[in-house]
């Protein structure tokens, strides 16, 4: 039963006064604002005061919430559906692990297989690191979903960004930060609700970034373990935005080495802090050898040699392919080569890399933390605030390196920007004017802004089958919880639930459809998989899948033309692109 049901009960959705539901929830928005202005010093500090006194209690509450909001809206928003060719890529990674091995050998059919960032020879493996898919293998080990691995590294990183703040700022406004993430990052976000990553690598940087004062501090042990776990997540997640990581470590670190002090206080968390990162170098020359068959060349690597994608740096030609390609690579390339067709090698090109960047940068931020952004160059004029600039800055100039560019890219800095969130929220809160202290009234505004624009939005998503929910989710701008997509990928798999047996479909692409839209993806074990995906390439090509897949009835669909399913005619195909 909704809110507008309730309401009806009471007489409330239908008055003389005129007043419509939407109404009644302004009115509560309203009455809210007024005890929170009359009354926050004495419940809001008070509850506060309660929790920041137990870092533990704040760590718990902080992973539970993201996991409790989440669930809430399973109703109507149940586990995503894997949309895009990242989503397939790391299912594929976890897929393959859960085999107990790090590459699939490769299909003797394996043409038929070819599709976007997956490597087919010389073994059948994604081309993306371990990092990713080994949370989702973990979702389905302990969950029975890959999706249970996505909602506990959010439900991780609330809590490790609570831990981190504490080290860089007082621990009342540690807890700010922490409720900050909850809003930002989890229920409504896209790194909850797909499975491409971003909450993993953000973990990484809590835990680097959260070491680094305490160990040039205190150079515990215990630090230089946090600090190498950190770093070994990001090294199996995002292994060139590791190098950026290493250097923010480096320029921290580096003035604590020219005392005495320092130095030894390092020198001895080192071998902590080599015992905790090395074994993730490990896995991913492992990783490396298993997929490529050479322990330094990269999948990402070998899928550039074979494709000539992913591209490398920015603003230079795309590299043309260094072999011949079957018709079945010429065509996953051409679908690479459109990723990249907009990049320049000239000034403008950068001018025009660095505006597309700018605006993702609202991800991280709550809107009515925009308005006080400026605050926080207050706290830059302290020494130890100029790194909350520097940090990211090294990020936003690694990732102009690669010519495409996503906020899981730069994830690592994601804990520096609730940061910069807090400090602008800690210096408004120091402001007087006439003798008061309006500026502690205005801090606890924008708190209370940030949390009720999250709840509008959360509660159009609880009430989603309300007519008003349809008519104002067009204007929700920066959340991403699955709505429509994969709806027709949905469609077509309850189709082959019903259909006995094990299937072969023939998928048929016309010359200009969109990459965007793929069919082929796979399991890691095809063969056995009780639903096999193809490319179609004419009947005499098929021929040879029929052959290999005697006991599989065959099935044509059609991707560009009404999307149909119908039992396959041999006589009928035509070779795809």
């Known amino acids: 039963m909704s809110i507008f049901h309730i309401l009806s009960q009471f007489g409330l959705a239908e008055n003389t006064l005129g007043l419509s539901a939407a109404d009644f929830i302004e009115i509560v928005f309203c ?37 409790v909001l989440r669930l809430a809206l399973y ?59 080994l949370t989702l293998a973990a979702g389905r080990v302990l969950f029975g979903h890959p999706w249970g691995g996505v909602i506990l590294a959010d439900a991780l990183f609330c809590g490790l960004c609570y831990w981190m703040l504490r080290g860089w700022t007082t621990p009342e406004w540690a807890l700010a930060g922490g409720l900050l993430t909850v809003i930002q990052f989890t229920a409504l976000s896209h790194w909850m609700n797909s499975y491409w990553g971003g909450a993993v690598s953000a973990c990484a940087g809590c835990l680097a970034f959260g070491a680094l004062p305490r160990l040039r501090a205190l150079g515990r042990k215990r630090d230089a373990a946090f600090l190498g776990l950190g770093m070994a ?44 990162s090395l074994p993730a ?79 993702f940068y609202r991800f991280f931020f709550a809107p009515p933390i925009l308005l006080i952004l400026p605050f926080a160059w207050l706290a830059f004029r302290e020494r130890r605030f100029l790194w909350m600039i520097l940090f990211p800055v090294i990020f936003a100039f690694g990732s102009t390196l690669y010519p495409f560019f996503f906020v899981h890219y730069i994830a690592a800095v994601t804990c ?15 402001l007087w004017a006439r003798g008061k202290p309006l500026g502690q009234t205005a801090a606890a505004l924008i708190l209370f802004l940030c949390c009720a624009n999250f709840l509008f939005w959360y509660g159009l998503h609880v009430f989603d089958h309300e007519p008003f929910s349809a008519a104002l989710r067009r204007y929700e701008n920066a959340d991403a919880i699955n709505h429509r997509e994969g709806e ?14 094990k299937l072969l479909i023939f998928v048929h692409y016309s010359p200009g ?32 899948l029929l052959d290999y897949y005697p006991n599989r ?17 041999i006589s009928l195909t035509t070779p795809t692109r």
């Open 31 to 67: 009455a809210l604002l007024i005890l929170l202005v009359l009354g926050w010093k004495s419940w809001g500090q008070g509850f506060a005061a309660t929790l920041v006194d137990h870092p533990r209690r704040c760590v718990i509450l902080l992973v539970l919430l993201p996991v």
């Open 75 to 133: 109703p109507y928003h149940p586990a995503p559906l894997p949309n895009v060719h990242d989503d397939f890529g790391h299912l594929l990674v976890a897929d393959t692990l859960l085999h107990f091995r790090l590459a699939n050998p490769a299909h003797p059919l394996h043409q038929f297989f070819e599709t976007i960032y997956v490597l087919q020879e010389p073994t059948y493996s994604s081309i993306y690191p371990l990092g990713q898919g």
């Open 233 to 276: 997540m990001q090294a199996l997640t995002r292994p060139f935005e590791t190098t950026c990581l290493a250097l923010c470590v480096a320029l921290y670190l580096l003035p604590a080495l020219r005392t005495r002090t320092g130095f030894q206080r390092l020198l001895k968390a080192a071998p902590v802090f080599l015992l905790t």
């Open 281 to 359: 170098i490990g896995l991913i020359l492992l990783q490396n050898k298993a997929v490529t068959g050479e322990w330094t060349k990269l999948p990402y690597m070998l899928s550039q040699y074979q494709y000539g994608v992913p591209d490398s740096l920015a603003f230079r030609p795309m590299p043309l392919p260094h072999r011949q390609l079957t018709p079945e690579q010429q065509s996953c390339y051409d679908a690479h080569a459109q990723v990249h067709a907009s990049d320049s090698p000239t000034a403008r090109g950068l001018l025009n890399t660095i505006e597309y960047r700018v605006r």
């Open 416 to 430: 520096i920007f609730v940061l910069w969130s807090v400090t602008a929220l800690e210096r408004l809160s120091k």
């Open 488 to 501: 027709l990928h949905a469609a077509i798999d309850q189709k082959l639930a019903k259909m006995p047996g």
């Open 513 to 544: 459809h969109s990459f965007h839209l793929e069919w082929v993806y796979n399991n890691a074990d095809i063969d056995s998989a009780r639903v096999v995906w193809a490319r179609d390439l004419g009947s005499t090509e098929n021929k040879k």
């Open 553 to 569: 009835p065959a099935w044509f669909f059609d991707a560009d033309n009404g999307e149909k399913l119908v039992p396959y005619d």
